[in-house]
């Protein structure tokens, strides 16, 4: 029996563009060359899936702790790769791309996917047969974002929570390369706290649905930063 906890909310198109918008910045800021290099974002989608089967538990003879907070923050990676791969599939380009993330989001998640000759129901399979689907169609070069929408919903988030932490992280990822991540000069622990707790705190006192939401993000994380 799935623990599928049922979405009511749509992803936007201000959220899709956001979203689409800030993943090419980043990979530029990776890498301006991003584009050219086609990096395997799949091959990601495959590790980080891995570890989000590692988070739920998997093995039947030891005792293992369900880590909700971890599962979702492993979707937010698979959905950065996702983005990244779908950019690929576009030459880079945002509004076909947005186009086509609206289309699979719109409404309710794909019922079944066919892979590998075999039509797999998604109501009858667990979270983890879920994650295993998509890490194979993932090794099979398929982007399967009805399937991603399954998963998302399985670990109780809809598409405001998953913008709010994409963008959140997204940011994050940003502040860090400024600051020296790169050269190895970035503190990753300020005033006795991580920078994800720091993030954490800031994205609660903040509008996801706000227009300035991310620049408000980063200037608030650099407050915090140089704080004395």
């Known amino acids: 029996m799935t623990t599928e906890t049922r979405i009511v909310n749509r992803l936007t198109p201000d959220q899709a563009d956001t979203m689409l918008t800030l993943q090419s910045g980043m990979n530029s800021k990776v890498d301006p060359a991003w584009q050219v290099a086609r990096y395997p974002y799949l091959r990601a989608v495959v590790i980080e899936g891995a570890e989000a089967i590692e988070h739920h538990g998997w093995k039947w003879w030891k005792?293992?702790?369900?880590?909700?907070?971890?599962l979702q923050m492993e979707l937010i990676d698979i959905w950065h790769f996702m983005l990244s791969e779908l950019l690929l599939q576009f030459q880079g380009s945002l509004a076909p791309a947005a186009a086509r993330l609206l289309g699979e989001t719109d409404g309710e998640s794909a019922q079944s996917i066919d892979?590998?000759?075999?039509?797999?129901?998604?109501?009858?399979?667990?979270?983890?047969?879920?994650?295993?689907?998509l890490i194979g169609t993932s090794v099979a070069r398929r982007i399967e974002i009805g399937l991603f929408a399954s998963i998302m919903r399985d670990c109780r988030m809809d598409w405001d929570n998953l913008y709010r932490q994409y963008v959140g992280k997204n940011v994050l990822n940003f502040f860090r390369q400024d600051h020296?991540?790169?050269?190895?000069?970035?503190?990753?622990s300020w005033h006795g706290r991580e920078d994800n707790e720091h993030l954490v705190e800031v994205l609660a006192a903040l509008d996801a649905r706000d227009a300035g939401f991310q620049e408000k993000l980063y200037a608030a994380l650099q407050e915090r930063y140089h704080r004395e």
Do not use: N, S, W
């Not at 005792?63 to 971890?70: C, G, P, R, T, V």
């Not at 892979?115 to 689907?133: H, N, R, W």
């Not at 020296?180 to 990753?188: A, E, I, P, W």
């Open 63 to 70: 005792h293992q702790q369900h880590d909700l907070a971890q």
């Open 180 to 188: 020296g991540y790169q050269q190895g000069t970035y503190r990753k």
């Open 115 to 133: 892979f590998d000759g075999k039509t797999y129901p998604l109501e009858e399979l667990d979270l983890v047969a879920k994650l295993e689907l």
